[in-house]
């Protein structure tokens, strides 16, 4: 038994492969959340796991655990990051996440350099394993005096094709409150040269059919602010820069007219908080003259609009799905998106045997040193494992668990707020994750 400890912050479906991986290397894992009985069950049957009940807003009580271990490894909410990095500053205790750096993280630099911390971010699935691959190549087309022109990088994770059978062709293994949130973020990056932007209502107008292999009907749209990959990935010459996601073809339509229709507006109704019929709630919403299927379908067609007869037909079909036109009560939830969540979360679930798929690919156009181009691809696809973890858990959890080993043992040792961007960091990781049977293939298409 090593004399390694760490204290494990959160309760999501990506925490159980990083504390079996850590518990395996024989560390001992300190399994941290708010209620005590979620960190019991995440401890079932494993070894070198010990749950407590611990609320991170508690600074005099998170103080005390963290200054028990050598590694915090925060996997809560990313605006928590920040509290529980200032608590490992002041005990000189390293820290791993799995979220982008944030503002307010990088806000703690200069504190953590002085408390000669390492704090490891961005070492997940996207982000994480998708830096890996994208520094790698770019690494060894700078080095043979090559040049990156396009960098496009597409990650999704979605049911396996034969578990998407609902209209909008996707499942949550958890909360879908953020999916449906993150749909409404504006999107900005390169084209061309050129920076382009697209409002939040807009985004899901955007989405293309995106080809990575023919038997996936795939569409893409960007995500977020792709723009500062130009610096971070160190391609001043790439005139192209986009980094998106993936769903499947019918999705992108089918929440357009959700948003359309006020759906995923986080607005609070006082009728919203009574457990009212969907029909009722979807009546005033639409503020329709009747909760007559016929007087919403109106209200809808008026709302928005349809590609054509066909989507229309798919889509409405989608709306009944849900039981929007239905006598089925609501769980009250305040606002339409936290009430449309509670109806999603019980009808999108991942079923018995079912499994999940995690595609992720960069696409890479290159200019060689003797003026010659190539596109060249990364690509990750990856399956769940019915009776094991589903392939987001594996695919965040064990990056994360590498991170943690690799604090520990000094391979990652640079102090300060981290990110997996240079080869000194990054081949190691890559190099043991092979080892877990994680890497992106890479291809040259032309």
């Known amino acids: 038994m090593s004399d390694n400890k760490v204290l494990l912050l959160g309760a999501g479906f990506v925490t159980l492969p990083t504390i079996q991986v850590l518990s395996d290397s024989d560390i001992k894992v300190t399994v941290a959340c708010r209620t005590f009985e979620n960190a019991k069950k995440l401890c079932k049957d494993i070894k070198n796991a010990h749950p407590i009940s611990l ?26 990051h920040a509290t529980v990095i200032k608590a490992a500053i002041r005990a000189k205790k390293n820290v791993v996440t799995t979220s982008y750096v944030s503002p307010a993280m990088l806000e703690l630099e200069k504190d953590a350099k002085e408390a000669g911390i390492t704090v490891m971010n961005e070492i997940g699935l996207d982000p994480g394993i998708d830096h890996l691959y994208a520094v790698k190549t770019i690494n060894e087309v700078h080095k043979a005096g090559g040049k990156i022109t396009s960098f496009i990088s597409m990650c999704g994770g ?36 050129n920076v382009e932007e697209i409002p939040g209502p807009e985004l899901m107008g955007t989405a293309k059919p995106y080809f990575i292999y023919p038997g996936f009907a795939f569409v893409g749209y960007p995500n977020r602010d792709s723009t500062p990959y130009r610096e971070r990935y160190h391609i001043p010459e790439a005139q192209t820069i986009i980094r998106g996601t993936l769903r499947f073809q019918g999705f992108p339509e089918f929440v357009r007219v959700l948003v359309d229709l006020g759906f995923l507006s986080q607005e609070k109704h006082d009728f919203l908080d009574k457990p009212i019929s969907w029909k009722e709630a979807t009546q005033r919403i639409l503020n329709a ?49 936290d009430t449309l969540c509670a109806t999603l979360e019980s009808k999108m679930q991942y079923g018995s045997g079912e499994r999940d798929l995690v595609m992720l690919q960069h696409k890479f156009e290159i200019e060689h040193k003797d003026g010659s181009k190539e596109t060249r691809t990364s690509t990750l696809c990856d399956y769940g494992d019915p009776n094991g973890y589903s392939s987001m858990a594996k695919l965040v959890g064990v990056p994360c668990a590498i991170a943690v080993k690799f604090v520990l043992n000094g391979t990652i040792s640079e102090k300060g707020i981290l990110a997996p961007m240079s080869p000194k960091i990054n081949d190691p990781l890559m190099a043991e994750l092979k080892k877990y049977g994680i890497e992106m293939k890479e291809a040259t298409l032309a």
Do not use: C, H, Q
């Open 289 to 337: 003259t009747s909760d007559l299927e016929s007087e919403l379908a109106l209200s809808v067609n008026s709302k928005t609009k349809f590609a054509n007869n066909e989507d229309k037909a798919r889509i409405m079909t989608g709306l009944r799905w849900i039981g929007l036109f239905s006598d089925e009560k609501i769980t009250p939830r305040s606002t339409p998106l």
């Open 158 to 193: 979605l049911p396996a094709p034969e578990a998407s059978d609902n209209p909008l062709g996707y499942k949550f293994s958890w909360s879908p409150k953020g999916v449906l949130l993150a749909l409404r973020n504006p999107a900005k990056y390169y084209r061309d040269g």
């Open 55 to 80: 609320d991170v807003t508690d600074s005099k009580s998170l103080d005390i655990e963290v200054e028990k271990v050598d590694v915090v490894v925060s996997l809560i909410p990313y605006d928590f």
